[in-house]
């Protein structure tokens, strides 16, 4: 694919279910980032990927939140027992290894979570 | 860029007067920067991108200015258009270290026909 996708573009869930959000990487990219950003506001930082390395989990905001990425592909993000706070739109943005001189994030279209 | 969760600020310009955003970052180490554009229901869009060893760099329409030490990066657009319309973020990094990005709060632009 020419960018990175995500799916579904638009959730919504009852407080207390499990949701999993998907992210497609663009081809040959390393690196993987999940954002999450709430109406009118900035993007937080939630994890970040780095081809085999461990993740940098720094950004998750409780332990309702985790990732996975499987074959340094696709990753899947799932927040357990949502709660209405949850509610915002994830974004996924993959990159080149900085090695390979590729700073430049490209970011997918987001998921908006609307939990109920 | 500071991450600090307010509301957006909004600059309203008239179609083809020229813009200027504005971004402040904290990190002192950061050598890397780079502009963003979101359009409602997108995500960010790549702009431009900035190193630390320069201070100005064009492109089309666009010029990012780099101020280091006031810690200060500043987006133009020459003749605004209405596809201009967006949200604006700055970012910034060290290259030195991995790749984790801080991203500013965000400057709502509005360009008025």
């Known amino acids: 694919g020419a960018g990175v996708s995500q799916s579904p573009s638009n959730k919504v869930t009852e407080k207390g279910k499990d949701v999993e959000l998907r992210c497609d990487p663009i081809?040959?990219?390393?690196?993987l980032y999940w954002y999450r950003q709430s109406l009118g506001q900035g993007l937080e930082f939630l994890i970040y990927f780095q081809g085999n390395s461990a993740p940098d989990k720094s950004g998750l905001p409780s332990d309702r939140f985790s990732a996975e990425r499987t074959g340094g592909s696709v990753s899947t993000l799932t927040i357990q027992r949502t709660q209405q706070e949850d509610s915002a739109v994830y974004l996924c943005?993959?990159?080149?290894?900085?090695?390979?001189?590729?700073?430049?994030?490209?970011f997918g279209p987001g998921t908006r979570l609307t939990v109920l | 860029g500071e991450s600090v969760g307010l509301h957006l600020p909004t600059l309203s310009v008239q179609e083809g007067d020229n813009s200027i955003i504005n971004c402040a970052y904290s990190n002192s180490a950061s050598d890397y920067f780079i502009w963003y554009k979101q359009e409602s229901g997108k995500g960010p869009q790549f702009i431009i991108d900035i190193r630390s060893n320069m201070d100005k760099r064009q492109g089309q329409r666009v010029t990012v200015l780099l101020n280091k030490t006031v810690k200060h990066l500043s987006l133009q657009i020459a003749a605004t258009q209405p596809g201009d319309s967006a949200v604006y973020f700055c970012a910034d990094l060290n290259s030195g270290g991995y790749q984790k990005v801080t991203f500013g709060t965000g400057t709502k632009l509005q360009v008025i026909p």
């Open positions: 081809s040959g990219h390393t690196a």
């Open positions: 943005a993959s990159s080149l290894e900085w090695a390979s001189g590729g700073n430049t994030q490209y």
